[in-house]
T-cell receptor, first 112, second 115 residues
Framework: TQLLEQSPQFLSIQEGENLTVYCNSSSVFSSLQWYRQEPGEGPVLLVTVVTGGEVKKLKRLTFQFGDARKDSSLHITAAQPGDTGLYLC????????????FGSGTRLQVQP | ETGVTQTPRHLVMGMTNKKSLKCEQHLGHNAMYWYKQSAKKPLELMFV???????ENNSVPSRFSPECPNSSHLFLHLHTLQPEDSALYLC??????????????FGDGTRLSIL
């Protein structure tokens, strides 16, 4: 069974702080996606990364794909209360299974 | 985003009841998915349909029965559920099933509680 581990599981910070969350696997991803899920809603796609070492930015969010394509990180600069939510990584592995496998998520709370 | 709509949003049922969850997508996608989201557990993929054909069934108990009458609609029929089946059930769609980079578009889920 291929697993995606996310850390930390929970994070509570003050507005304006920076944070990084991580997504790790022992297997190589063919691609990896990050989603954010707000209370009472379904997950919404933030970004897809495909190439090892790739960095993508979405306003204050920076996504990095590891060189070996086994891990990824999400860095948020100057967090805002609107960033509160559950951050999920989801990957496709090189083994060819076509459906996404999701990590258990990082629940972020940003206090005003 | 209203591309994927799920009804009902909340459902409370007894263990002997029969009910159905409905999902409709307006995105012209060919693949549809059912997921179960429980507290402290990763999203669990239950079923995948591609062009109305079931292509994945991940060891889901037979008390859950999916139906995909066309590429825009997906149902999950429920009967004789157990308390541990209480969870958020999410429907998603993607353009196709075979391409690995496809984003999935989720509905807002049905919160199911089994008494």
């Amino acid at each position: 069974t291929q697993l995606l581990e996310q850390s930390p599981q929970f994070l509570s910070i003050q507005e304006g702080e920076n944070l990084t969350v991580y997504c790790n696997s022992s297997s190589v991803f063919s691609s990896l996606q990050w989603y954010r899920q707000e209370p009472g809603e379904g997950p919404v796609l933030l970004v897809t990364v495909v190439t090892g070492g790739e960095v993508k930015k979405l306003k204050r969010l920076t996504f990095q794909f590891g060189d070996a394509r086994k891990d990824s990180s999400l860095h948020i600069t100057a967090a805002q209360p609107g960033d509160t939510g559950l951050y999920l990584c989801a990957g496709h592995w090189d083994t060819g299974r076509r459906a996404l496998t999701f990590g258990s998520g990082t629940r972020l709370q940003v206090q005003p | 985003e209203t591309g994927v709509t799920q009804t009902p949003r909340h459902l409370v049922m007894g263990m002997t009841n029969k009910k159905s969850l409905k999902c409709e997508q307006h995105l012209g996608h060919n693949a549809m998915y059912w997921y179960k989201q429980s507290a402290k557990k990763p999203l669990e993929l239950m079923f995948v349909y591609s062009l109305e054909e079931r292509v994945e069934n991940n060891s889901v108990p037979s008390r859950f029965s999916p139906e995909c009458p066309n590429s825009s609609h997906l149902f999950l029929h429920l009967h004789t559920l157990q308390p541990e089946d209480s969870a958020l059930y999410l429907c998603a769609s993607s353009q196709d099933y075979k391409t690995s980079n496809q984003p999935q578009h989720f509905g807002d889920g049905t919160r199911l509680s089994i008494l």
